[in-house]
Nanobody
Framework: VQLVESGGGSVQPGGSLSLTCAAS????????MMWYRQAPGKEREYVAE????????DYRDSVQGRFTIFRDDAKKMVYLRMNKLKPEDTAVYYC??????WGQGTQVTVSS
């Protein structure tokens, strides 16, 4: 199993970023895919998930309405579109597949 994130960067508050996770080494369409994040000095926290086929999504309360998770099974990709970013969204963002597979993470910094 390999998960490779990309798309992080620095943005001003209110801006947008799109993260991408490229998956390989497993039957991608058979798994729920998730994004987590970890801010400096804090524990890793759940951000969002997308079910098999992309029909069901779920978000942590603080990103609901601002972030969108979606997947492309043909490309074996999962995406996280982040709008209206806030400084508290600053973190390393990780792609995750159960039970314990993680990407290397991509840094998102929201600062004026």
């Amino acid at each position: 199993v390999q998960l490779v994130e990309s798309g992080g960067g620095s943005v001003q508050p209110g801006g947008s970023l799109s993260l991408t996770c490229a998956a390989s080494g497993f039957s991608f369409s058979s798994y729920t895919m998730m994004w987590y994040r970890q801010a400096p000095g804090k524990e890793r926290e759940y951000v969002a998930e997308v079910s098999l086929g992309g029909e069901v999504t779920d978000y942590r309360d603080s990103v609901q309405g601002r972030f969108t998770i979606f997947r492309d099974d043909a490309k074996k990709m999962v995406y996280l579109r982040m709008n209206k970013l806030k400084p508290e969204d600053t973190a390393v963002y990780y792609c995750h597949r159960a039970p314990d597979f993680w990407g290397q993470g991509t840094q998102v910094t929201v600062s004026s």
